[in-house]
């Protein structure tokens, strides 16, 4: 990947959370990397690293052995027919980060030969703890662990059927916004039992990160590390079985599938 020319035609928000991960990325040549904007003057700062910071997608995609698309969903099209011509499958490969574009929508504008892929990440990117699902069409192996590599960079990656990106995007990107709901109802209960919403805050964020690390590190079940926590008759059960009389369960699948059904339509 060291060698690799990157650019990122449409550097907003998830685009700079991945120049963020590339920059601390060991070894990663700045000097490779190609943002773009309509009005990139905000990505100005970015200049004395190294990298080209700049308007011309044209110009970005020509150079580039990755060609990543960080636009809004309805952007793809124009910005497909804009780059298309300056595109050769021996040379790019192209990644979208587009909610909802699927490959056979991409290749309408591209040629049926040249790599094209899907990535879905989330905004944990930008401290290097996204999950990204990848699928793709057209790409060689080595092309598969460049981008693969690219992800890892900001988190980790998994590749999954084309299928499943939209129950991709549901559980990990729209996922963020669940797992912060609920946080934030915690410490709202946390208020409501005496702590100040500062203290009640700092306790939650360690609880849910001490929750993750302990079932990802030790490789368990969540309802594993639960039994663990449940004595009987205890103050655990009991709460945990209230809040499941009131729905808890039933309304994060609902809400999940809920999502679901809002992207397929
Ligand atoms: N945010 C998430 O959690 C998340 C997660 C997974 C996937 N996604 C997907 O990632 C994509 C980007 O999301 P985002 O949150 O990063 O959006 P964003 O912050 O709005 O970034 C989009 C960028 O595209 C630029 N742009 C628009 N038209 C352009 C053009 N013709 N040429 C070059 N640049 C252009 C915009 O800058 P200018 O106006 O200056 O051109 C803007 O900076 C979306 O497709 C979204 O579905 C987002």
Do not use: W
């Given at each position: 990947?060291?060698?690799?020319?990157?650019?990122?035609?449409?550097?907003?928000?998830?685009?700079?959370?991945?120049?963020?991960?590339?920059?601390?990325?060991?070894?990663?040549?700045?000097?490779?990397?190609?943002v773009?904007?309509?009005?990139?003057?905000?990505?100005?700062?970015?200049?004395?690293?190294?990298?080209e910071?700049?308007?011309d997608?044209?110009?970005?995609?020509?150079?580039?052995?990755?060609?990543?698309?960080?636009?809004?969903?309805?952007?793809?099209?124009?910005?497909?027919?804009?780059?298309?011509?300056?595109?050769?499958?021996?040379?790019?490969?192209?990644?979208s980060?587009?909610?909802?574009?699927?490959?056979?929508?991409?290749?309408?504008?591209?040629?049926?030969?040249?790599?094209?892929?899907?990535?879905?990440?989330?905004?944990?990117?930008?401290?290097?703890?996204?999950?990204?699902?990848?699928?793709?069409?057209?790409?060689?192996?080595?092309?598969?662990?460049?981008?693969?590599?690219l992800?890892?960079?900001?988190?980790?990656?998994?590749?999954?059927?084309?299928?499943?990106?939209?129950?991709?995007?549901?559980?990990?990107?729209?996922?963020?916004?669940?797992?912060?709901?609920f946080?934030?109802?915690?410490?709202?209960?946390?208020?409501?039992i005496?702590?100040?919403a500062q203290?009640?805050?700092?306790?939650?964020?360690?609880?849910?990160?001490g929750a993750?690390?302990?079932?990802?590190?030790?490789?368990?079940?969540?309802?594993?590390?639960?039994?663990?926590?449940?004595?009987?008759?205890?103050?655990?059960?009991?709460?945990?079985?209230?809040?499941?009389?009131?729905?808890?369960?039933?309304?994060?699948?609902?809400?999940?599938?809920?999502?679901?059904?809002?992207?397929?339509?």
């Amino acid at each position: 990947m060291k060698n690799l020319k990157i650019a990122i035609i449409g550097c907003g928000n998830l685009g700079l959370s991945i120049v963020n991960g590339l920059l601390e990325t060991e070894g990663f040549n700045a000097n490779n990397l190609y943002v773009t904007k309509r009005h990139p003057e905000s990505l100005f700062y970015l200049k004395p690293q190294g990298i080209e910071v700049t308007s011309d997608n044209k110009y970005a995609a020509q150079e580039a052995d990755m060609v990543i698309l960080g636009v809004k969903p309805y952007n793809i099209p124009h910005i497909l027919k804009e780059i298309a011509p300056v595109l050769s499958p021996e040379k790019q490969t192209i990644i979208s980060l587009a909610t909802g574009v699927t490959l056979e929508d991409m290749y309408q504008h591209l040629p049926n030969e040249i790599g094209v892929f899907r990535a879905m990440p989330n905004i944990a990117a930008d401290i290097k703890e996204s999950i990204t699902c990848i699928c793709g069409k057209n790409g060689s192996t080595e092309t598969e662990n460049h981008i693969k590599a690219l992800f890892n960079s900001i988190g980790i990656s998994i590749v999954i059927e084309e299928h499943l990106m939209e129950a991709a995007t549901v559980l990990g990107a729209c996922g963020i916004a669940y797992v912060l709901r609920f946080m934030r109802a915690m410490t709202q209960g946390g208020i409501q039992i005496g702590f100040d919403a500062q203290t009640a805050n700092a306790i939650v964020n360690q609880t849910v990160k001490g929750a993750a690390e302990l079932i990802i590190k030790k490789g368990i079940h969540p309802e594993a590390a639960i039994d663990k926590v449940t004595t009987p008759k205890g103050c655990t059960i009991v709460g945990l079985n209230e809040m499941e009389h009131h729905g808890f369960s039933a309304a994060m699948v609902k809400g999940v599938l809920a999502s679901y059904e809002k992207i397929e339509k």
